[in-house]
Structure formats: C-alpha cells, structure tokens
C-alpha cells in the first residue's frame, strides 16, 4: 500500500492568520490527491487534484500539486474558527482505492 | 437526494456478537466502500466494490465480510466482534471509473466492542 504522510499532526493558530498544510504522498498507480474536511462525522470533500502545477480555488481554500516531487498543499487565508477541524489527504490510485494520511488537527482561536 | 446514509449511528456489542453495518446510497454510483478511522492512523480501506456482484478486498479486510447485490446498498458484516473492531466506520461511494466530485461518505458508526 501506499504511504501518504501529512504534517504538521497539528496546529494552533489565531483568527485572521494563514496555514499551509502539508500532505506526501507514493507515486504506485497514482490517479488523483484528494482534500477533504472533517468536522463532527462524515469527511466533506474539498479538492481533488491530478494535474501538476495547476491551483485549485474556493474561497480561502486553495490546493496545488507537484507530482515531480510528490507533494501537495492546502492553504486556508484569513483563518476564521469555523475552519476548525482534521484536514485530510487521500491519494487516489488505480481501481478507486484511496489511502489517507493521519490528518492535521487545526485548531484557530478567536 | 439523501446522499450516503449509514446506521445504525452508535452500537455497542460483546465480544463475539455479530452483526450488520447497513450502508445505502441514492445517487447510482457504482462504486461503493468501507473504511474504519482509528485515533492516529487516518481512515483505512476494509472492502470495496465495483458495481452489483463484485467486491474486493482492501488494506485492513479481516474480520468482515461484504456483498453488493444492489447497486444502493453495501453492507459490512462482523461475524465475531472483537475489541480490535472498536472504531469508527464510514461508507463513501462515488462513480466509476470515474469521478470528478471525489467520494462522498456517509455520517458514520461508532462501534465499541466490549
């Protein structure tokens, strides 16, 4: 199985300030990088990503990928406490299997 | 449209006990799965299936058994709990082969095996 490793395992910030979230991953049967949120219960999804390069946006969420070096990254801007949460990564490989990372706890305080 | 709907929300069972985690799906997607979330591991791949008759085992798939004999429903079976299978149990589907909206998963069981 593929590893994918995300860091930091968590975070604290203040209201207002900007993270970057960081997420590895292994290339076998690479499809797609895949972000989703998970507050209470079920993960919501976030960005799915297979191009290299290329930002995906919504609002103060953005995602880009590098497959050269096997990396992708979320940033949330102008953080505001709702975006309190686990930050999930999942890569996607061949056969709709989907391997995710621990998570990132990100905690912002008023 | 209800999206992925999961029950029962909490069971708690005995050692040894079996029973069904019920998982259904209105949005005709092919693919549907099972994934267990344990404090500092993330969430890992149980079973998983393709379409109505078809399912594939995942990373973590002892213990359990599945069928998909609809393409709503796909439910996971603990014939013998055991303490080890007390975790948090989501089902996600999507299409298939294809798909550019990702997974999306249902609200959960929380199993405790006592």
């Known amino acids: 199985e593929d590893k994918v490793v995300q860091s930091p395992l968590s975070l604290v910030v203040h209201e207002g300030d900007t993270v970057t979230l960081n997420c590895s991953y292994e290339?076998?049967?690479?499809?797609?990088l895949l972000w989703y949120k998970q507050e209470k219960k079920a993960p919501t999804f976030l960005f799915m990503l297979?191009?290299?390069?290329i930002e995906k946006k919504s609002g103060r969420l953005s995602s880009i990928l590098d497959k050269k070096e096997l990396f992708s990254i979320l940033n949330i801007t102008a953080t505001q406490t709702g975006d309190s949460a686990i930050y999930l990564c999942?890569?996607?490989?061949?056969?709709?299997?989907?391997?995710f990372g621990e998570g990132t706890q990100l905690t912002v305080n008023p | 449209n209800a999206g992925v709907t999961q029950t029962p929300k909490f069971q708690v069972l005995k050692t040894g006990q079996s029973m069904t985690l019920q998982c259904a799906q209105d949005?005709?997607?092919?693919?549907m799965s099972w994934y267990r979330q344990d404090p500092g591991m993330g969430l890992r791949l149980i079973h998983y299936?393709?379409?109505?008759?078809?399912?594939d085992q995942g990373e973590v798939p002892n213990g359990y058994n599945v069928s998909r004999s609809t393409t709503e429903d796909f439910p996971l079976r603990l014939l013998s709990a055991a303490p080890s299978q007390t975790s948090v149990y989501f089902c996600?589907?999507?299409?298939?082969?294809?798909?550019?909206?990702?997974?999306?998963f249902g609200s959960g069981t929380r199993l405790t095996v006592v």
């Open positions: 996600a589907s999507s299409y298939y082969p294809r798909s550019n909206y990702g997974y999306t």
């Open positions: 290339v076998t049967n690479f499809r797609s």
């Open positions: 297979t191009s290299s390069g």
């Open positions: 999942a890569e996607e490989t061949s056969g709709s299997r989907l391997t």
């Open positions: 949005m005709n997607h092919e693919y």
């Open positions: 299936s393709v379409g109505a008759g078809i399912t």
